[in-house]
C-alpha cells in the first residue's frame, strides 16, 4: 500500500516537471493539442469557492491524445513568415506560444473579427439575466486560460504573453490575465501611433491600451459602466482595440479591414476591462473582473461572460434610442446586472 503510494506520488511529481504531458481530463478540441488536468486559481479567496475541483467538469469520450515534443529550444530562428501562416495552426501550449511571440507570431485564430461579437447558440440565464460562469480553469502554472462553452466543455485555451486578434480570444485573455495579472497579448502596443512596418507583427500588431474613465457627466451618452472611477466608482478601466473587418457606425464610416499590413484604420470597436482598483492594486476579485465590448464607440456594450460566444444583453445610448455620440439627444439604458454561477458544477 505504501509503495503504491509512494509510486503514484512519484509519477505526480514527474508529471507535473513537464509542461507538455498529456493527462486525460478535459476534451481536446484539437489533435494535437496536449491535455492536463486544470487546477483552480480561485479568483475570490473569500467566498469559499476555493477548492479545486477532484475530478474533471466532464469525461473525456475522446482517447488521450498523442503527445507531442514540444521544443526546449527556438524553431522559428529562421522563420518564413508567409509559409508559417499558409499551414498555419494555434500554438500547440504555452512554451510554443512565447516562441512564437518572440518572432511577432500569433498563437490564437487568425480570422479576423467582424463588428459584431457572435453569440453562442445557447447562453444560460437564470432570474431573467444572463448568468456569468464564475468557474475559472487556469493550467501551467496560471500560464495558460481554458475557455469553456455554455456547457462547460473546453473549447480552446490561451496561452499568457501569446499574440491574439479574435474577440473571443482577446476577450478571455483579459478576462484571465488582464486586471489579475497587467497582461495584454503580445501583439498589442499602448502606443497608438506605432506602425504595423515598424512591428513584427505586421498586419497582427493591435494598438491602444489606455485608461478609460467612463466619465458620463463629459460624454453623457455613455452608459455607466459598474462601479466605474469617472463616475466616482472603485474600479480603474481599460480600454484597447479590436481589430474589425471594419466597423460601420456613423463617425467610423469607412468599413475597412484594421490592419491592412502597412495602414491602421482603428474603426469603432474597443474592449474595456477592470484594470485596477481604487488603490491601483490588480482586480483578483470575481465580482470586480469586468470585461465589456463595444462595438461602436462606447455608446453601446455587451458584457464578457467567461464563456465561448458568452456575450450578455445589449446596454447603452443607441439601444435606448439616442443618437450616436450625441451630448444633446442621449438615452442609455443602464448596466443589466448578471446571475453569477459556475458552469463546472452544473
Ligand atoms: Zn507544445
Not at 505504501?2 to 493527462?23: E, G, P, Q, T, Y
Not at 489579475?180 to 513584427?200: D, F, L, M, W
Not at 482603428?266 to 462595438?295: C, M, P, S, W
Request: charged letters at 20%.
Amino acid at each position: 500500500m505504501m509503495k503504491l503510494r509512494l509510486l503514484a506520488l512519484i509519477l505526480a511529481l514527474l508529471l507535473s516537471l513537464s509542461a507538455c504531458v498529456n493527462i486525460p481530463g478535459l476534451l481536446p478540441t484539437e489533435p494535437g493539442a496536449e491535455v492536463t488536468t486544470p487546477t483552480v486559481i480561485p479568483t475570490n479567496p473569500t467566498d469559499g469557492a476555493t477548492e479545486p475541483p477532484t475530478e474533471a467538469p466532464t469525461e473525456p469520450t475522446d482517447p488521450p491524445v498523442e503527445d507531442h515534443e514540444c521544443p526546449d529550444e527556438d524553431p522559428y530562428q529562421n522563420v518564413d513568415k508567409t509559409a508559417f501562416y499558409e499551414e498555419y495552426t494555434p500554438a500547440c501550449c504555452w512554451v510554443n506560444a512565447q516562441y512564437r511571440s518572440d518572432h511577432g507570431l500569433l498563437s490564437g485564430a487568425m480570422e479576423v473579427p467582424g463588428q459584431y461579437a457572435q453569440d453562442a447558440d445557447y447562453r444560460p440565464m437564470q432570474n431573467d439575466k444572463y448568468v456569468r460562469n464564475t468557474a475559472t480553469y487556469y493550467t501551467d502554472n496560471g500560464n495558460t486560460y481554458i475557455v469553456v462553452d455554455s456547457y462547460g466543455n473546453e473549447v480552446l485555451r490561451i496561452y499568457e504573453g501569446g499574440g491574439y486578434i479574435t474577440l473571443e480570444e482577446v476577450a478571455a485573455y483579459m478576462y484571465a490575465f488582464g486586471g489579475a495579472r497587467g497582461s495584454i497579448p503580445a501583439n498589442y502596443t499602448s502606443s497608438k501611433s506605432t506602425k504595423p512596418a515598424n512591428s513584427i507583427w505586421g498586419q497582427y500588431l493591435r494598438v491602444n491600451h489606455s485608461y478609460f474613465s467612463g466619465d458620463t457627466s463629459r460624454y453623457p451618452y455613455e452608459p455607466k459602466l459598474p462601479d466605474i472611477s469617472g463616475c466616482g466608482g472603485s474600479l480603474q478601466y481599460y480600454e484597447m482595440d479590436i481589430g474589425t473587418t471594419g466597423t460601420i457606425t456613423p463617425g467610423y464610416t469607412n468599413p475597412v479591414l484594421y490592419n491592412n499590413g502597412s495602414k491602421i484604420t482603428r474603426g469603432a470597436a474597443r474592449l474595456v476591462y477592470t484594470r485596477y482598483d481604487k488603490n491601483n492594486n490588480g482586480i483578483f476579485e470575481q465580482n470586480e473582473v469586468y470585461v465589456f465590448y463595444t462595438h461602436n464607440h462606447y455608446n453601446d456594450f455587451r458584457e464578457y461572460l467567461n464563456y465561448y460566444g458568452g456575450w450578455g444583453e445589449m446596454f447603452g445610448n443607441v439601444t435606448g434610442g439616442g443618437t450616436f455620440d450625441s451630448k444633446y439627444n442621449y438615452n442609455p439604458t443602464p448596466y443589466p446586472t448578471t446571475e453569477y454561477a459556475d458552469f463546472m458544477a452544473a
